[in-house]
């Protein structure tokens, strides 16, 4: 039965989706199969997995089609190659609070959704959007694990409370999911300054073990690689920032594992 893992941060632009792609990918290489499902309807990891642009391609089917449909439409999942699907979004997620907002039970949709879908991943790994909506609070009842990603800053360091208080509201009902664990802190975009080594400092007191090594430094290529739909091992194979990434998804593997 796959493992499901949700990647989470109230603050947009700290990296998420590239951490997710950048995960999932060292993962499919190393012959895990995966399942990755975009919850943001600006369908990036949609574009970057599937090499497509958004604004024209028209999918049959997204994951807004699944959320009105419920377990018995199915998830729509797309094949990439042998050890990579993706369940894509498009600008229709965007009304999913107003589509779903008479179902009862609306919390557990995707989780039910995954059922259908589990065994046959060894990981399922969700891009949340930057908010802590009801499609996160769904990823966070879906879950078996959740990633924290963040950069060393303020605004992140804030998101990452917001974030902690979601998850002690999901943990906290065990009629949600009490099983949930944090697993990991990625700190992604780092340059090294006295402000962002005050802010790593304090999410290592606080997190402690949680935080992930290496830290993710900061590379003009991966900020291209995103902008233009590429996974960052084919855009910048020999980068440092690469090579932090990989370093993250062995550790993150591992973690994962030992649970």
Sequence with gaps: MGKTICFVNNKGGCGKTTT?????QAWAAMGKKILF??????????????????????????????????????????????FIDIVPSDLDLSNFDKDVARVTGREYILADLLETVKANYDYILL?????????????????????????????SYRGLKMVASLFNEVTGNKRLNPQLQIIAAIVTRYEKNNLSELYLQKMKNELGDIIVEPVVRKSTKISQAGSFQRNIYDYDPTGKATKDYMQVANELLQRVVIK
């Design 127 to 155: 891009d949340c959007p930057p908010a802590l909506g009801l499609i996160t609070y769904n990823a966070l009842v879906a879950s078996d694990y959740m990633v924290m990603v963040t950069n060393a800053d303020g605004l």
């Design 20 to 24: 997710v792609c950048a995960v999932g």
């Design 37 to 82: 499902i975009d919850l943001d309807s600006q369908s990036n990891l949609t574009s970057i997995i599937t090499d497509t642009d958004p604004s024209i391609q028209e999918w049959e089917t997204t994951l807004e089609d699944a959320f009105v449909g419920g377990p018995e439409f199915g998830l729509p999942v797309y094949h990439v190659n042998d």
